[in-house]
């Protein structure tokens, strides 16, 4: 009311009135949305198991780990602990953040923010909490424990600050994220374990209100900075490939719990962009949306450039990453509408699986945005392995996808190779004094090339311990050198300086320099430093067909079912979810099906512009190039077609009344096919262990004996899994129906969530059968059966094209 007596006061416009009430509109549905989401998390915290039951009467997904997933154990005696020590770790963070994220905050503010200072930390009395815990017992060394923990905050804990001269303030925090501990290396005497690493996987979520002087700059738009600026403290404190060590046993070399050797490397390139939603719309101005992609991988972070008024954006641009843990990190990609006048639009989303790109080495393909109405991106991935050997460092390296990426698109660049290097600096000792009595606070500029990374600043001290580790991406490392500058943050005078040689480092075993002791030189004065240095070349790993594509032989497997939001109503899938205790699966009835959703919430990637001809066993696709075209089992247009059929054959009268009738032939069998020898059934099947699925692939028959009397065949294979003792099958499904082959491929995946322990309980039957059009009241013939007891197969295996003979119909029982 003051703001707007004010602008009839000083005659001003009715304009700023309706921004100020649109502001004033936008600031209370932000404050309310993140009030409800702190709210829950309370509740949950302090009510559990009453949150539960209300979110499992709403049928709502937020549910805590241990609930979803059978491997994640509920540790109430854990957030005990966490409690009865929060008053302590109350304390030692406040100590934490003026040492170690006043100076790192001072460092990134402007000249005139330099006097930034803590006034008041408080953690309050609410603790954080943990959801979730899973130990890992398999595929880990004897040498470690692995621990990931699902962590949620959102306490009374309130901040005050100073900068400039005014006070400002923040409360009412959320935090939510999974923490990865690692306790290396274990040891055969008290403590048992030399010391205790601890990461986000990926960023985690974070939220907060502004108090004081910060609460006029409480809107959207400015709130959204403050919160780049504090992610970026958390990514490059906390989120891997960063982490906070705490060492337990003296004495102990803590390198490999410091410097782990990472997985790989992926390279990434986004490449285009088609049918975005606009975001520019006004009535004045015909405008289109300005896309650009946001990449996040770990603390790494990727930006495209801008494509102004296009919605179909190409930018053929190529990042590179390193991969920690690929069994847990995935790729995120998220595409924006660029405004200069207010904040940037989401234009949609989509995660992919590093353990996936990894397994598949190579991949070139569109997928489908998600968080939106419409809108398709083409990305391609390549996995490059770390090799220590001088050799790989010889001739250059180039991609064998190179349809994709093009002759020297990435890698060799003038005949160079390319490798990664890594760099930690553990600690420096006896640092020169930059002015008489005046004690540095030091900091380590790394440069390679012209790519300049920093440790952070440590305050008042000739001694700094770092433990901060750098890679670098580099082109022939025969001839660079990696310098090493230490600098004080207060004078800004270089203390000293080193130069290492990379052609030294390759001469090395294993072309590596470790925990050596080098000396920064400035004047007459030398400074130990303790540094590790690692050379790692890079070698593709893509495995190629015919035409030098990456031949895929699954489909492929990306974001979450809950946040698909991109189907018209009258497209949308119906979903029918058929259960009974132990066997759950999903059968899709729709005729246009843009994407398949598992009971496990991933979405199965489809494609409804492609089209099969089943005669020549070839696939074409109206969107793609010639040269994508797939062939293989099991591939995603093979897919569609299992979708499209199914539902064809599922219109039964209608369909019967508009296709031609044919007759069977005399004894429901024609036997002028009979010396084709037994049709036979090839699946495969294989147990996801991480998401308790059976996963069954009905890949092809052959020999089939045709029952119509002129040999026209359109065959299907209907897949029954009965529960031992139990009448009636527990679920049904059915793949594509081919037409006019006695040899079809099928290609059908269906998966079934099983408890292992339940699995031997559990028979498959396949039959068979032929949908062509007999008459109304006709029920389709079989051509054949065969049963498979799921007693017989065993779950650290993998049946791969297993051919079985069907027995004929008189042997149904």
């Not at 649109?22 to 549905?29: D, E, F, R, S």
């Not at 096919?673 to 099947?685: A, C, N, T, Y």
Request: charged share 25%; glycine share 6%; proline share 5%.
């Amino acid at each position: 009311m003051v703001f707007c007596w004010l602008v009839g006061h000083f005659n001003g416009s009715f304009f700023w009135i309706v921004c100020f009430i649109l502001g004033h509109i936008v600031k209370t549905i932000s404050t309310k949305r993140r009030d409800e989401k702190r709210t829950a998390l309370q509740i949950l915290a302090s009510q559990e198991r009453e949150a539960i039951l209300a979110q499992l009467d709403l049928k709502q997904n937020d549910l805590p780990a241990w609930v979803q997933f059978p491997d994640t154990e509920r540790v109430l005696w854990l957030n005990k602990v966490i409690q009865q020590l929060w008053p302590y770790i109350g304390e030692y963070s406040k100590k934490f953040m003026i040492e170690m994220i006043e100076p790192q905050v001072r460092a990134q503010m402007p000249s005139p923010f330099k006097s930034f200072k803590f006034l008041k930390i408080d953690m309050g009395d609410l603790p954080c909490r943990v959801g979730g815990l899973k130990v890992y017992t398999k595929n880990v060394g004897r040498d470690k424990i692995i621990v990931d923990m699902d962590v949620s905050y959102a306490g009374d804990a309130d901040f005050t600050v100073n900068a400039c001269g005014f006070n400002g303030g923040m409360n009412q925090i959320i935090l939510t994220g999974k923490v990865r501990c690692v306790c290396q290396p274990l040891l055969p005497f008290p403590p048992m374990i030399g010391g205790i690493s601890a990461s986000f996987i990926d960023l985690p979520k974070f939220d907060f209100n502004l108090t004081g002087m910060g609460e006029f700059g409480n809107l959207p738009g400015l709130t959204n900075a403050i919160r780049t600026i504090v992610n970026q403290q958390i990514r490059d404190m906390c989120v891997l490939p960063n982490k906070i060590f705490v060492p337990l046993a003296p004495d102990i070399d803590m390198t490999s719990l410091y410097f782990p050797e990472p997985d790989g490397v992926i390279l990434i390139k986004v490449i285009e962009a088609k049918n975005l939603e606009n975001r520019d719309i006004s009535i004045l101005i015909k405008d289109k949306s300005d896309p650009y992609t946001e990449i996040k991988i770990g603390a790494s972070y990727f930006r495209t450039k801008t494509i102004d008024n296009n919605l179909n954006p190409k930018w053929n641009e190529e990042f590179e990453a390193v991969v920690e843990q690929s069994s847990l990190q995935n790729v995120r990609f998220e595409l924006f509408d660029e405004d200069k006048t207010s904040s940037d639009e989401e234009l949609g989303r989509l995660s992919v699986s590093t353990e996936k790109i990894r397994n598949e080495k190579s991949i070139d393909k569109w997928y489908y945005l998600e968080g939106c109405k419409h809108g398709d991106i083409h990305l391609g991935f390549e996995w490059l392995t770390l090799r220590s050997n001088p050799l790989y460092l010889t001739k250059p390296i180039y991609l064998n996808n190179s349809k994709l990426y093009g002759p020297g698109a990435y890698g060799p660049r003038n005949n160079e190779t390319r490798c990664l290097v890594m760099v930690f600096i553990d600690n420096v000792n006896s640092l020169p004094y930059p002015k008489v009595n005046l004690e540095p606070s030091p900091f380590i500029k790394v440069q390679l090339d012209k790519q300049i990374q920093n440790t952070p600043v440590k305050l008042n001290t000739i001694n700094p311990l770092y433990q901060t580790k750098f890679s670098f991406f580099v082109n022939g490392p025969q001839e660079k050198s990696l310098t090493l500058t230490a600098i004080d943050d207060g004078t800004k005078r270089t203390l000293g300086e080193l130069n290492v040689l990379l052609s030294n480092v390759i001469r090395e075993p294993n072309m590596e320099y470790f925990q050596q002791t080098f000396y920064l030189t400035q004047g007459v004065t030398q400074s130990a430093i303790v540094l590790t240095i690692r050379i790692r070349a890079l070698e593709p790993s893509s495995v190629t067909g015919d035409n030098g594509l990456n031949v895929q032989n699954k489909g492929e497997f990306y974001g979450s079912g809950k946040h698909i939001e991109r189907a018209d109503k009258d497209e949308l899938a119906k979903l029918v979810v058929e259960k009974n205790q132990g066997a759950t699966t999903t059968v899709f009835t729709s005729d246009k099906v843009e994407t398949l959703q598992r009971e496990n919430g991933d979405i199965f990637f489809a494609n409804p512009a492609i089209s099969i001809d089943t005669k020549n066993n070839t696939h074409s696709d109206n969107n793609l190039s010639p040269t994508k075209s797939l062939k293989s089992p099991g591939s995603i247009t093979s897919m569609v077609s299992d979708t499209g059929s199914t539902v064809s054959r599922r219109k039964g009268i209608l369909s019967k009344l508009t296709t031609k009738k044919h007759d069977l032939a005399k004894g429901s069998l024609n036997t002028s096919f009979i010396e084709r020898g037994d049709p036979q059934l090839s699946i495969s099947l294989r147990f996801d262990k991480k998401k308790f699925s059976l996963q069954l692939e009905i890949l092809a028959a052959k020999d089939l004996i045709p029952v119509e009397k002129n040999g026209h065949i359109k065959s299907y294979v209907n897949v029954k899994l009965f529960e031992i003792g139990k009448e009636g099958p527990v679920s049904k499904q059915s793949t594509n129906a081919v037409e006019d082959s006695y040899n079809p491929e099928y290609n059908g995946l269906f998966q079934f969530s099983i408890v292992p322990e339940h699995l031997k309980n559990y028979v498959f039957r396949f039959e068979v059968k032929d949908s062509t059009n007999y008459g109304i009241f006709k029920k389709p013939p079989l051509l054949g059966w065969i049963d498979y007891k799921l007693n017989d197969f065993r779950l650290d295996e993998e049946l791969n094209c297993y051919w079985m003979v069907l027995k004929r119909d008189g042997d149904l029982r």
